[in-house]
């Protein structure tokens, strides 16, 4: 019965209108009925589920279709996922840029929001504030409306406002002068072949009013234009007026066609563009993100220089779409100096249109547009093509700034191809809303706060995720600060959107399927998207049938404490898409640092107890992970947990007394497991490779049980701390040393001991292979009661420490049975080298300790 609606959920994809609704219905009976005879409470929710939203897709892909007959557009998939309170609450949050508000789109606005109010009343005024920049400033004349920039004379041919401002006489040819908007004007001439006036022409669902009947923009009445963009998560609405900012010098501050200059739509939608990001003095941005917001189209940028680049794969998907009328492409440069500007007739960090893909006998072309006006022009220089019909380097006809390249030559000049792909090419959509506060700096290079999603489906079709950034005024403010650095000091452009930071998406393959990912280490990797400085990045992937993905979402260097993002997922069929689940439900996470008292290095170094330790108490049998992470990236790091008695100070290091451990010594984080553990308590020790290497740590416990975990204090954390007045130094022969302890009150006290490679004494001294440290009450061995010995009695290496358990210390119970002695035995010792043991004990009150002995007759 599932089955049957599933089938009919995939054909209702591909339907609209009526038949989608009927299709909607039959698929939610079936749902409906197979959740009455579901077998358990959770099947029974998934189907109910599954019929809402099966209706809710239905209702969706009627009314979709309708809005696009009515507006004459193409129908697209439209999220029909219901959306929760905090979503919405994210969405009206976003609303508010630059001191403006950009309100989701309901609906098209009536014509009486263009008509004017009445005889003589005055025309609509944004009261936005438009920034210039410094150059712009200098040359601004004011803020003009077309009559006034483009008067009316007695002697020209009558025309209506809608033919001079709105429709072009000739081929559009758009060109950028002094707004430092590159990337807005590329992706303007890039889609001017969308914007034409056809049955589906892009314009009548971006500016509004707009003339159906003749496919082009109207000319408002007062002056008010509405725009419906796609930003910071949906379809917004975003209002100007029809003001221009006009120049004292033949320089200009807006767009303009050269061919129809009197055309003003491109420069409106400049403006309304402008608005949601911040101004004329636009510090950049690139044109794949801008034909998103302008177009709704999913962007794609592909690294031209990456050597993961499958080149012919890459022509034929871009080259069918593109003639298929699915695919707006665009193309950015890389920096360049100013040698290789000239020599090659290129711009340094620059956006391009294409304007066609052609192919012919001897070579793949695009055919290029420099939107700057008056700009360079690729020279050909360099170029091993075979001349053709289209000349690499050649201006077809007329056009401004334009030349035909080679494929070969863009992958070689140009570092990045944005593709902005029709998202009708896909039926179903869903998209997810986020707030993520970034994490601290010693959890950047783990993957535990990361936003993570599971994604199923029942079919290989392809499915494309594309994640957007929310835009908020800090961005614009940092952005600004470093661009007034970049032209001070003549840096690089490319540098500027860099101090917005990365971000990626990344596919994994997890046990329990749809689980979250602590970190990369293993786990295994399905797909891996690049880290871009863009507000949007897209990951392309054929899913396993029927198992669950895990989707994470990275970053890196993002500046501010915390931004909103969109996940948007396309495919031909549909999708469960939900927030991934911890594979262990109980998870506790504590911070801490190595310093110079705790830095103790790996287990090779005596100092390795000295390391920050943790109690870790589980309640019940259960599997076990931990995640180390630090705030530096190369630092090497590795976690242990040990059998300890109770969570216990680890003083001995042992392999039969170690639980699980990680691999050894990773940079920056790393992870340790054990499929099944024993209640308990245990000690986890997290180390770094060399003593005295410091930095601050995140360790996270994770269990299918409820757990504890504490910091275990320092052996002398609230001890008195009393050193052996010289190190023990056995020798030749000698198997038994002892130093007397006095005690004045009664006390608590444990001894430790350390071998050492570097004594005090001269060469001929003994070292110890194994040892062992014991207290013990009277001075004859008839007398002798043994009150602690490390190690259970047995001998063993004391270069790692040895420590005795704590016992009370009586007076007069020393005084009565002849004396408390530390004794040091060894087994197997040798005359060679320098070093000794170094002893101290850890009391709550004061004790003494005498001079070493030789004890064997004792």
Known sequence: MEAKASELERRLGQASGDAALKLAIAAADLYMQAARKAATAAERTRLSRKCREVIELGERLKANAQAASATSR???PESTRPLATSEKAILLRSSRLHGNIFPPWESAPDSAVFSQTGAGADAYIDPSHFSLSAEQQAIFAGWRRPAEIFPTTEDADTKDDASRFMTPASEIDLAQDLATDCSVVASLCAAVRHFGPKQFSMLSSLIYPFDHKNMRPEVSRNGKYVFRMNFNGCWRQVIVDDRLPVSSTDRTLYVVDRRNPQLIWPALIEKAYLKIRGGYDFPGSNSGTDLHALTGWIPEQVFLQSDDNELDETWNRIKTAYDQGNAIVTLGTGNMSPEEEE???LVKEHDYAVLDLRRNSHNRLFLVKNPWCDSLVWTGAGSSATLSVHTPGSSPGDMTNTFWMTFEDVLQHFDSLYVNWNPAMFTYRQDHHFTWAMPNKTEVLVFTNNPQYSVLSQSSGPVWVLLSRH????????????????????GSLANVSRQLGFMALALFATTPPGTRVPLTEGHRCLQQGPYVDSPNTLLRYEPTPGIAQTLIVGQGELPLEKYSFTLSFFSTSPLTVSRAAEPLAHNLTVSGAWTRRTAG???????YLSNPQFALTLERATPLSLVLSTDVADLPVHIAVHFSGGGQRVTTVAGRDLLCSSAEYQRGCTYASAANVDAGTYTVVASTFEPGQTGKFSLRVSAAVPLSLRPVLADAAGRLRTVAPAQAVFG??????????GVSRLTRASVLARSSSSGGGGVGLSVPSAIRVALELGSRSSQRNVLAVSGDGEFADASLGLRTGEVDLDPETIRMRGGLWLVLEQIGGRRSGQGGVHVEMLSDSTVHIGGWENADDQ
């Open 732 to 741: 030749d022969g000698e198997e038994r040393l002892r130093a007397r302890v």
């Open 471 to 490: 835009w908020q005024d800090g961005e614009l403010d940092i952005l600004r600060q470093r661009k007034a650095e970049r032209d001070r000091d003549e």
């Open 343 to 345: 020599t090659l007739g």
């Open 601 to 607: 290095g790996n287990a090779a170094h005596a100092s």
């Open 74 to 76: 193409p129908p697209v």
